[in-house]
């Protein structure tokens, strides 16, 4: 990690992190990572060493993660959202040491603990990239549509494309939890360009809002349904938002009616989507302008190609392979993306993943395009639309939404129906529409949940 330490010790006094405790300049932040070195050394802890961490996004967390990698561990970032499968994700990560980071009143405590799995075999990539003396990570995907595959990254390869420095990184924050790819590359974007990571203790929006006025955050990252959100709410208008210079959405389809939205709020502000997954890695992109979805992908080291409808990756900084799958790479290093696009020229357009279109009678159905529309409804907080079996056309169209304010469950349904039947092909118009009691409609890192969990629903069905 030569090249990142001397970066930190050019950058010097400038703010690396800011948060409601303090600031932390470049020097500082320099000055832990070799303080936790030495931490960690005294707990034994050497290279090849797979180690859990848990811990939420902080200056001395960053800090701590990259004594890791200096160290040469293969490291798994651990949500507290996600204690309940901490024991699947450290056997499949073969960890042999769990550190956890917790925030009292004094400060924070931080344990280092040794795991025992005598009976699991390190596996084989693992066993590759020890050999190598290769530091890693291990993030898992969202798992929003399947089960939720481990993913091992090589340190090095994943952080070539931030070594070359472009133009000075803007003060950030941290919306991406440290787990999720989207939030390693927020932070290696950001540090190792000289910016300032900005922290706040949640993700609720009048948190991140008031974060936003009093710490000047210039660059908001957040997915579609977060930004849903916060404009239906109408949070924005208490806060002084007018330092914010760029949002940029990915993770998911933005709908178009939330991006229009968004521009007619934010008029002052660059509108930018991103685009990457757990397995390649977030690449470059260029939106054609800010009330567009139409992207350019790619940059040095990406290939790019579209078979069938359907988007296919080559990376230098893809995964070294999944953990707990088979390998997903063609023979040639092509990754299926699973995400059907549209093409015009050198730009793209997401239409959606093809494992969630939904087809009716033989006809497609994308969600994020119905969505988008049924978002521009009265009362409609959010929406989320998803498949279900039918024995008649095959799959019907399921729409489950989050309501503003309490409405009869019937009257509701024959509104949506009606207004749906005015200006849909009938393909469209859902044929299960139900209520969500609960905020489930997104799941921890901000994605619209397509699962199915009909049971916390009121269903409305003819």
């Not at 390869?157 to 939030?183: Q, S």
Request: proline letters at 3%; glycine letters at 6%.
């Amino acid at each position: 990690m030569s090249w990142a330490k001397q970066r930190f010790l050019e950058f010097g006094e400038r703010p690396v992190a800011v948060s409601e405790s303090g600031s932390v300049t470049y020097a500082e932040f320099a000055h832990r990572i070799a303080g936790w070195r030495a931490v960690i050394e005294a707990w034994g802890v050497v290279a090849g060493d797979r180690v859990g961490l848990v811990a939420e996004h902080h200056i001395d967390t960053v800090a701590l993660m990259l004594a890791l990698i200096d160290r040469g561990c293969i490291v798994m970032p651990l949500s507290a959202d996600d204690r309940a499968l901490f024991e699947e994700r450290i056997e499949t990560a073969c960890a042999n040491k769990l550190i956890t980071m917790e925030a009292n009143s004094r400060g924070s405590t931080t344990r280092c603990r040794s795991l025992t799995h005598a009976d699991i075999a390190v596996h084989p990539l693992i066993q590759r990239m020890i050999a190598a003396g290769a530091p890693g990570f291990v993030i898992f995907t969202s798992g929003s549509t399947d089960k939720q595959k481990a993913v091992l990254f090589d340190y090095e390869r994943m952080t070539k494309a931030y070594r070359t420095k472009r133009r000075e990184a803007l003060r950030t924050l941290v919306f991406y939890k440290l787990d999720h790819i989207a939030g390693l590359d927020t932070l290696f974007y950001v540090i190792f360009n000289g910016g300032t990571i900005v922290t706040c203790p949640s993700r609720q929006a009048a948190v991140i809002c008031a974060c936003i006025q009093r710490h000047s955050v210039e660059l908001l990252p957040a997915t579609p349904s977060f930004l849903t959100m916060l404009l239906m709410s109408g949070t924005y208008q208490k806060y002084d938002l007018s330092s914010l210079k760029v949002i940029s959405y990915g993770t998911e389809v933005m709908p178009s009616s939330t991006l229009a939205r968004l521009q007619q709020v934010f008029s002052r502000v660059a509108l930018k989507q991103t685009y990457g997954l757990s397995e390649l890695g977030a690449l470059a992109t260029k939106s054609r302008d800010s009330s567009s979805k139409w992207m350019k992908i790619g940059g040095q080291g990406v290939d790019v190609k579209v078979h069938g409808g359907t988007l296919w990756i080559k990376s230098e900084q893809a995964m070294v392979g999944y953990l707990n799958a088979p390998n997903p790479f063609d023979e040639h290093g092509w990754y299926n993306t699973g995400d059907a696009v549209a093409v015009d020229g050198e730009y793209f357009q997401i239409l959606g993943r093809e494992s969630d279109v939904i087809n009716v009678a033989g006809e497609k159905v994308f969600p994020a395009e119905l969505e988008s529309f049924l978002l521009t409804l009265d009362n409609v907080k959010d929406v989320v639309v998803r498949k279900k079996k039918s024995p008649v056309v095959g799959q019907l169209v399921w729409a489950e939404f989050l309501l503003e304010s309490a409405e009869e469950p019937a009257t509701f349904r024959k509104r949506a129906i009606e207004h749906c039947q005015r200006h849909l092909a009938p393909f469209k118009v859902p044929g299960l529409i139900t209520i969500a009691t609960t905020d489930n409609v997104v799941g921890s890192r901000f994605k619209k949940i397509r699962k199915s969990h009909q049971e916390h629903s009121n269903v409305i069905e003819e």
